[in-house]
């Protein structure tokens, strides 16, 4: 098991609420175990891209080295986010 030791490497995911009544967009840095989380209107790949965005607005680039997102359809987009984040995605 690789432990990762360096900050700024992303794991995404989504959960989605009981009787699909919200959706939280979830950032977890893979070293410190820091989160970012936002509530999303819908489960689009337009609308997760964009709670996303915001979400990481307050993060130096420097700690944004990679992102890896789960196989969920409202994450499809991630070349998108990339070149708007200028960050490397899985």
């Not at 009544?21 to 936002?38: E, M, N, Q």
């Amino acid at each position: 098991m690789t432990v990762a030791i360096e900050i700024g490497h992303w794991e995404s995911d989504t959960v989605i609420g009981c009787n699909h009544t919200g959706i939280v967009v979830t950032h977890v840095d893979k070293a410190s175990k820091y989160l970012l989380a936002g509530l999303a209107k819908n489960k689009t790949m337009e609308e997760i891209n964009r709670v996303t965005v915001k979400l990481f607005e307050p993060v130096k680039s420097t700690f944004r080295k990679t992102m890896t997102f789960d196989n969920g359809r409202e994450l499809c987009g991630y070349e998108k986010l990339s070149e708007r984040m200028n960050t490397p995605m899985d």
